[in-house]
């Protein structure tokens, strides 16, 4: 809290649509979860408040748009095939699309067939570049990583359990791929790329993440994440600790 700006309710408060969360001048970025009436900040769904001084954050607790914001990651899959593009679905209200000059450095040819390079039911990994809520956003794969998704697996999420999957400064995420040993990529809307060393370990990264989507809004769940998979796993030590802990 700082100069005329107060804020109500404390870190971790459960809100609903209505709630006084604030009153004063904060520069928070734009949130479809918080509205603002001249200088006071209400909540506009159910949800967890994140205070990180000297702003804060709603992030709801059910929700399964994303709302697309300039920059972000996304995982889109491909809807269409145009002469000129491809119309893709980031799971916002409305569709995306990705130029094709922005894959292939160039215009499109007249006639070129552009399922050569991505087809219908491909998954791309791309950036937001633009959107102002009066067009469709435009994704753009120019960049190291991005592109279409050739190996690995994509995994459905809510968009608004991102946040829990990447965790306080990456903490869940790190977890994840740490203890299973897959490569992973959470893109803000609500799609998980995986690239795990086997099958067993896929599965076992699964259940951890609809674990979390399940808990997202309970205290030490990195912790409980990191034991379920030792568990799932195999590791004695964790029940063997316990054990010794008990008696």
């Given amino acids: 809290m700082s100069g005329e700006n107060k804020i109500y309710l404390q870190d971790k408060s459960i809100v609903v649509p209505g709630d006084l969360i604030a009153e004063g001048n904060f520069q928070i970025p734009w949130s479809p979860y918080i509205i603002k009436q001249s200088n006071k900040y209400f909540a506009s769904v159910v949800g967890i408040l994140e205070i990180k001084e000297p702003v804060f954050e709603v992030i709801p607790l059910e929700g399964s748009h994303y709302y697309p914001r300039i920059g972000d990651t996304v995982i889109a899959l491909v809807k269409d095939v145009e002469q000129y593009g491809w119309i893709v679905d ?19 040819n007249v006639g070129e067939d552009l399922r050569r390079y991505i087809d219908v039911g491909d998954f791309v990994i791309a950036k937001l570049e633009s959107f102002d809520r009066t067009s469709d956003p435009t994704l753009s794969v120019k960049g190291k990583g991005l592109g279409r998704v050739s190996t690995g697996t994509v995994i459905d999420v809510l968009p608004v359990k991102v946040p829990r999957i990447v965790g306080k400064g990456r903490s869940m995420m790190d977890t994840l791929s740490t203890e299973t040993g897959c490569d992973l990529i959470v893109a803000q809307n609500g799609r998980v790329w995986a690239n795990c060393p086997s099958i067993e370990k896929e599965k076992i990264l699964i259940t951890a993440i609809r674990t979390i989507e399940q808990e997202s809004h309970t205290k030490g769940l990195t912790d409980r994440i990191k034991k379920l998979i030792k ?15 008990n008696t």
């Fill in 231 to 245: 568990e799932s796993l195999g590791d004695k030590s964790v029940t063997s600790s316990e054990a010794q802990t």
């Fill in 90 to 108: 980031i799971k916002a209200p409305y569709s995306a699309y990705l130029p094709a000059a922005s894959l292939l450095g160039r215009p499109a």
